[in-house]
């Protein structure tokens, strides 16, 4: 009995990597409900605020291309008034930005359950009509035969500037009656992916 529990944990093993690759020919979706996007400001040159977006949704398909869809109405900075503002004054009521990307789907094949390896992205952020480039250094682990999280190994930094927001933030400064806002935001991100559910 010993040797034969000692096979079958050998042939799970053995099977672990194809059972990945098997696995992510169809592309991964993101779970929403288990995924954050964070960013963070700073008013009156001291006083620093973290805020997230919840509502997510995306894929990465077969061939690599990310998309994530990031719903503006999701936006919590913890102040009613402050995230009414955000979306009307800043983002326009528009309902989505858009995280697209190409990912290097082979670099995680090998990966067996637990393990884990650090990659270079680049990318853009699409909002009200403008593209910003997005370069990031994200850790992803692969949870086991079906979920794999994706998470910054670093913060990045996506200037207001970039995204042609700046008018919205003036906007806001004024209403808050704030001397000043940062016009750089450091992002972060919790994104967990199941592998294997989409169409390629």
């Not at 409900?33 to 009156?44: E, P």
């Not at 990031?136 to 200037?159: A, C, G, K, Y």
Request: cysteine-free; charged content about 20%.
């Amino acid at each position: 009995m010993h040797n034969f529990k000692l096979g079958l944990a050998a042939l799970v093993i053995a099977a672990a990597p194809a059972a990945w690759a098997d696995g992510h020919a169809g592309g991964w979706t993101l779970d929403g409900a288990n995924s954050v996007i964070s960013f963070g400001s700073i008013k009156n040159d001291y006083t620093g605020e973290a805020h997230t977006f919840s509502d997510l949704s995306g894929r990465v398909s077969a061939d690599g291309v990310a998309t994530v869809e990031i719903g503006l109405g999701s936006v919590q900075t913890n102040i009613d008034i402050r995230n009414e503002r955000i979306i009307e004054h800043v983002f326009q009521n528009a309902p989505t930005a858009t995280l697209t990307a190409q990912v290097d789907m082979a670099a995680f094949d090998g990966l067996a359950f637990g393990e884990s390896t650090v990659t270079e992205i680049e990318g853009d952020v699409s909002l009200l009509g403008v593209d910003a480039p997005v370069w990031m250094d994200v850790f992803v682990m692969r949870l086991d035969e079906e979920n794999v999280m994706v998470t910054t190994q670093s913060m990045m930094f996506i200037s207001t500037e970039d995204l042609g927001i700046e008018a919205g933030i003036d906007k806001l400064q004024e209403l808050a009656s704030l001397d000043g806002i940062t016009r750089t935001s450091p992002v972060t991100f919790r994104l967990m992916f199941n592998a294997g559910s989409t169409e390629s």
